[in-house]
């Protein structure tokens, strides 16, 4: 029992968490990093996980690599990048000598500061694009034919008036290739009517239906999203591997990524619109238990999980909140504008604000993931 434990409990999960989450602050740091060395700025640290160092080493540019004790994210620290807020001290600026200072981050143009700190999240969102991409051209797609097999009775897709059978075309003007793509926008569309293109054995058809939020089982436990009430059947005739030549790879890849980011925004919306129900969302005990989830699947499901969370952190991290990336690339904004930076004492109450916000949504998702919400 105890060996069983272990197993499933961290070779089953964590491990594969770990590995998932390196891969992704990895390449996420190395955008700020690769950009900010474009730019002439000097990184003193790049280190994957806070804390303690492990293990590292200096290169010849002067940069200590580390992994850290916590392995919980990462950071890239440029020559004078002193705090959360990007501050240095002037007297410590002007301490330095001319030719260091000038390799320092808080003295470069507002236009480069705002490409080093985007470079990040543009970062995350590569990484998922070649990893669908890789994976779309090596091993083909995976697609799962949008025909009705099953109907639930009292559903939302009886009252619409489907039948089995039925080939799922459209929805709102949106191609659907697969039965992924229709169960991915009905999941956001609770309480929102949906106008579905079915073909009917040649007959082009409109119904219009209403998804329903209803509980469904995940990896992380039941979670409440919007159902129509139909399935697809799983069978060899109902699953097309879709070869790839590189330019359609490619195509998939950007396609898919563009998918997530907007999924994403369609979330956050859905949240302040009442259709997407809050426990949708997934900390880190949830990305861990689906991270173990995609492991068991194999190597190939778990680098494809990979870049789906590469590119949701890269997008959450566009949000103009102060603290991620977003909140950073609006300040130099407001300074480009302004013609200078906002007064340091407006910036840090800002980033406290940011702080408290991005703890908050820690410790909620921390609960959902632990105990659900209770209906």
Same mark, same amino acid.
């Given at each position: 029992?105890?060996?069983?434990?272990?197993?499933?409990?961290l070779?089953?999960?964590?491990?594969?968490?770990?590995?998932?989450?390196?891969?992704?602050?990895?390449?996420?740091e190395?955008?700020?990093?690769?950009?900010?060395?474009?730019?002439?700025?000097?990184a003193?640290?790049?280190s994957i996980?806070?804390?303690?160092?492990?293990?590292?080493?200096?290169?010849?540019?002067?940069?200590?690599?580390?992994?850290?004790?916590?392995?919980?994210?990462?950071?890239?620290?440029?020559?004078?990048?002193?705090?959360?807020?990007?501050?240095?001290?002037?007297?410590?600026?002007?301490?330095?000598?001319?030719?260091?200072?000038?390799?320092?981050?808080?003295?470069?143009?507002?236009?480069?500061?705002?490409?080093i700190?985007?470079?990040?999240?543009?970062?995350?969102?590569?990484?998922?694009?070649?990893?669908?991409?890789?994976?779309?051209?090596?091993?083909?797609?995976v697609?799962?034919?949008?025909?009705? =097999? /099953?109907?639930?009775?009292?559903? &939302?897709?009886? #009252?619409?008036?489907?039948?089995?059978?039925?080939?799922?075309? *459209?929805? !709102?003007?949106?191609?659907?290739?697969?039965?992924?793509?229709?169960?991915?926008?009905?999941?956001?569309?609770?309480?929102?009517?949906?106008?579905?293109?079915?073909?009917?054995?040649?007959?082009?058809?409109?119904?219009?239906?209403?998804?329903?939020?209803?509980?469904?089982?995940?990896v992380?436990?039941?979670?409440?999203?919007?159902?129509?009430?139909?399935?697809?059947?799983?069978?060899?005739?109902?699953?097309?591997?879709?070869?790839?030549?590189?330019?359609g790879?490619?195509?998939?890849?950007?396609?898919?990524?563009?998918?997530?980011?907007?999924?994403?925004g369609?979330?956050?919306?859905?949240?302040?619109?009442g259709?997407?129900?809050?426990?949708?969302?997934?900390?880190?005990?949830?990305?861990?238990?689906?991270?173990?989830? =995609? /492991?068991?699947?194999?190597?190939? &499901?778990?680098? #494809?999980?990979?870049?789906?969370?590469?590119?949701?952190?890269? *997008?959450? !991290?566009?949000?103009?909140?102060?603290?991620?990336?977003?909140?950073?690339?609006?300040?130099?904004?407001?300074?480009?504008?302004?013609?200078?930076a906002?007064?340091k004492?407006?910036?840090?109450?800002?980033?406290?604000?940011?702080?408290?916000?991005?703890?908050?949504?820690?410790?909620?998702?921390?609960?959902?993931?632990?105990?659900?919400?209770?209906?």
């Amino acid at each position: 029992m105890a060996l069983s434990w272990i197993f499933d409990g961290l070779l089953g999960t964590i491990i594969p968490f770990l590995f998932v989450l390196m891969i992704i602050v990895f390449f996420h740091e190395l955008g700020h990093y690769l950009v900010g060395r474009a730019c002439g700025v000097q990184a003193t640290v790049f280190s994957i996980g806070f804390g303690p160092e492990l293990f590292g080493f200096n290169d010849k540019q002067g940069t200590r690599w580390r992994v850290s004790l916590l392995p919980l994210g990462g950071y890239v620290r440029f020559l004078g990048d002193l705090d959360a807020a990007s501050f240095a001290e002037d007297e410590a600026m002007q301490a330095l000598p001319e030719a260091v200072r000038r390799r320092s981050f808080p003295v470069q143009a507002v236009w480069k500061r705002f490409l080093i700190v985007l470079a990040g999240p543009v970062a995350s969102i590569l990484l998922g694009v070649m990893i669908f991409s890789t994976n779309a051209w090596l091993f083909g797609r995976v697609v799962l034919t949008p025909r009705v =097999a /099953a109907i639930s009775a009292g559903s &939302a897709a009886e #009252a619409a008036g489907f039948q089995i059978g039925d080939l799922v075309v *459209a929805v !709102n003007g949106e191609k659907i290739e697969s039965f992924t793509d229709l169960q991915r926008i009905v999941g956001l569309s609770a309480g929102a009517a949906l106008t579905i293109e079915v073909d009917r054995a040649g007959q082009m058809l409109s119904l219009v239906a209403t998804p329903r939020l209803e509980a469904r089982d995940s990896v992380v436990g039941p979670r409440r999203m919007g159902m129509l009430g139909i399935s697809a059947r799983n069978t060899p005739d109902s699953v097309i591997i879709k070869r790839e030549d590189i330019f359609g790879a490619l195509a998939f890849g950007w396609h898919q990524s563009w998918t997530i980011i907007a999924s994403s925004g369609d979330f956050i919306a859905g949240l302040f619109s009442g259709r997407a129900s809050p426990d949708q969302v997934s900390g880190p005990v949830g990305i861990a238990k689906m991270s173990g989830e =995609a /492991a068991k699947l194999g190597f190939t &499901a778990l680098i #494809a999980f990979a870049g789906m969370l590469s590119v949701s952190i890269g *997008a959450l !991290n566009l949000l103009p909140i102060p603290l991620l990336d977003g909140g950073h690339l609006v300040l130099y904004v407001i300074e480009a504008v302004r013609g200078r930076a906002l007064e340091k004492k407006a910036i840090e109450a800002a980033f406290r604000i940011g702080l408290a916000f991005v703890v908050a949504l820690t410790l909620f998702s921390l609960y959902v993931d632990v105990f659900g919400i209770r209906h």
